[in-house]
């Protein structure tokens, strides 16, 4: 792949090693296609204008990433991972050499089902104002101050942008968010469980074999807290005392580079 000429170009956020959880999804996604495909790295501040730059209007969006140009004609930009993801089946078919990522159809409904799961990936959004209800609920309010302290890169503005931005929208310190809104990291861990148990359900009957869109939308997200916190991250593998994230995070290894 390495000598084919790129198809795609990927915009991820920057930090020490990937982690924003919608680039995962785009960059799983990609890898999971076969379709060559650059990388582009952008600080949080960076993303707004380079949305405006690809994107023209922004009526209906948010300034995210993931961002994609599909370089071939007809030439393309677009942002957020789902329909990414669906603009990549669309353009890239089993025709023409590149496999089909099943279930991006399902993601809205499951995410819907199992809610705080989904917006456990929405605390590092553009839309976290609408999210805060999270917070409330206490569910993983612990990661954000480790986002803060490891994911992002120190030296271009992001951790500096992250802070003042969700500081304002929550109305307190990052590092006082696990204790006041999360009622401690013991709690968070225990609310965890009913986060994951559709993931849990599926990795009894599909944990092996290619990996689905859903897959690949739960593993992103054990990606980000890895990236955040190692400690965090092996107590996310525990919470059921099973293999469920040793079977989903197996399933999606070969799509990871
Ligand atoms: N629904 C979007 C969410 C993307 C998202 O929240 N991206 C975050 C980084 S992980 C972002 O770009 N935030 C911009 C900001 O906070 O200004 C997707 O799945 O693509």
Redesign the pocket.
Known sequence: MATQEPLVRFYD?SGPKPW????W??RYALNFKGIPYTVTKLS?PG??PKCEELLKDMTGL?????IIEILQEPYKAL????P?AKLLNERFTEADGYKHLKDVEKLDAYEEAYPSRGVF??L?????AQKVTFCSANKLAGIVYDVWANALDPSDGSKE??KE?REKILGMPLKDLLEVKGGGEELCIEKMKSCWVGLQERMKNEGTGEPTYLDFFDASIVR?VEAASHEKYEKLLGIYGDDTFIKLMKKVSPYEA
């Open positions: 956020l924003s959880p919608a680039c999804v785009t949080y993303i707004k948010e300034a995210t990433v993931p942002n957020d991972s789902t990414i990936m929405s590092s959004s553009g839309d976290l942008y992250f931005t980000w």
